[in-house]
């Protein structure tokens, strides 16, 4: 009860995002209309998961730990699931050696950057965080388009007000379900797809509240209650 989330620096940097969200907002479209999948690229950020690990393999350490990454598994995963749009853009950290990106290149897994707005061309959007949460991902929220969110410690203003199933579609994190929960966005099902519209407009609702006057005047607000209480004055 005294921890303060703050904004993080890019959301602080692009003005709460304010123009990268205006151009989303002049070129939406209902979210029927969208390709029928789910999109995401990022760079290889992140720790490796000892679920990822397969211990019966020979694989070096060097290659092993940037395989066991949470992205790269999901990126791995969409080989097998047309639905499944997703990409690694930057090779970073346990993934930025030869041997790493050699194997990253071996499974096709490597792609150009695409700007957030061309994300919304599609029903979803990953949200797979990496040494925290992910960059932007209020952006994804008021995208139109649906967040696949898998479940991560890391937390923030915004999604510390998230909801399963009412802001984003909740992906375990060891990603048992992850052809399951992601393939809603392929489904030709009214149902389905009403269901979906609901959830990115609950999301955008939400990111709607996190402007970058609005953030500014929370964390003031919060901090003077934090000093309020402890005696310690501005």
């Given at each position: 009860d005294r921890v303060v989330l703050g904004p993080d620096y890019h959301f602080i940097e692009n003005d709460g995002f304010r123009d990268t969200i205006a151009a989303l907002d002049a070129r939406r479209t209902p979210l029927r209309v969208r390709a029928a999948s789910v999109f995401w690229r990022g760079s290889t950020t992140g720790a490796p998961a000892a679920a990822f690990r397969n211990e019966n393999t020979d694989t070096p350490a060097i290659v092993a730990d940037c395989l066991a990454l949470p992205r790269v598994q999901a990126a791995l995963r969409a080989a097998s699931a047309p639905w499944l749009d997703l990409g690694l853009s930057a090779p970073a950290q346990y993934c930025d050696n030869?041997?790493?990106?050699?194997?990253?290149?071996?499974?096709?897994?490597?792609?150009?950057?695409?700007?957030?707005?061309?994300?919304?061309?599609?029903?979803?959007?990953l949200e797979i965080d990496g040494n925290a949460n992910a960059w932007g991902a209020i952006v994804r929220l008021a995208s139109g388009s649906v967040t696949f969110k898998v479940a991560s410690p890391w937390v923030n203003a915004y999604n510390s007000r998230q909801k399963d199933w009412v802001h984003h579609v909740p992906i375990a994190a060891d990603l048992t379900d992850f052809e399951l929960m992601t393939s809603l966005a392929a489904s030709a099902e009214p149902a389905v797809l009403d269901r979906l519209t609901t959830i990115a407009a609950n999301a955008r609702a939400l990111a709607a509240e996190f402007t970058y006057e609005a953030e500014v005047a929370r964390v003031a607000r919060e901090l003077d209650?934090?000093?309020?209480?402890?005696g310690v004055s501005a």
């Open positions: 030869a041997p790493a990106r050699a194997a990253l290149e071996a499974h096709s897994l490597l792609r150009g950057h695409v700007q957030t707005p061309e994300w919304a061309a599609h029903r979803g959007m209650a934090v000093w309020a209480g402890s």
